[in-house]
Structures are given as C-alpha cells and as structure tokens.
Nanobody, 118 residues
C-alpha cells in the first residue's frame, strides 16, 4: 500500500479531528501531497494540498481557516488537522499525490470515513 489514511471517526459539530497518511518514500519525495473528500451524491473535492518542500499550501474555500495540512518528512507522513468541523464535512477522506498543487490526483489510497453529527 503506497498511501494509507487513518484517523477518521464520528464526531460532533465543532469538534476537531486529525487525519494521518503514511506514504511510501518514493511518492512522498516525488509529488505534491494532498487530501480530497467524497461525499455520497457529491463530486470529489480536493480540500488541501502541500508542496514538495512544504512551503506552499492550498485549501478549498469550504475548509480554508479550519483545516491545516502538514507533512513530516522523517516519517513520510501527511496530516490533515480539521477544526470546527461541520456536518457538511462528512465524507470519506482520501490521501492523495498530485503533480501540481491543484491538479487531479494521480495516486490515492483507501479512504477514511469522517462523520460529523449536528
């Protein structure tokens, strides 16, 4: 498995959750890393991305100011800190690898379910 996301769960609105993603070294060192989510009946949404160097980040308007993406090179791990969660954040979250900051993912792993109750 090249990307393995974990950390999802059931939380209440306003709570926080941190997702983690263990990434193969080859992919971690070669691609922009990101997270996208897929909710039933909705289109895939790229919620956050972080550059190879970690110096640049990008967020969807829907999560900007609430979510923070980060990466730990020593652990080859990508994180998504989610604060002030809303019911509309409910989705399966996937860790992903991209060629560019806002391009479609080229690799992704199994998702982790995040459910936010009102």
């Amino acid at each position: 498995v090249q990307l393995q996301a974990y950390g999802g769960g059931l939380v209440q609105a306003g709570d926080s959750l941190r997702l983690s993603c263990a990434v193969s070294v080859r992919i971690f060192n070669s691609y922009v890393m990101g997270w996208f989510r897929q909710a039933p009946g909705k289109e895939r949404e790229i919620v956050a991305a972080i550059s190879w160097s970690g110096g640049e980040t990008h967020y969807a308007d829907s999560v900007n100011g609430r979510f923070t993406i980060s990466k730990d090179k020593a652990k080859s791990t990508v994180y998504l800190q989610m604060n002030s969660l809303k019911p509309e954040d409910t989705a399966v979250y996937y860790c992903s690898a991209h060629i560019h900051m806002v391009s479609s993912p080229v690799y992704w792993g199994q998702g982790t379910q995040v459910t936010v109750s009102s």
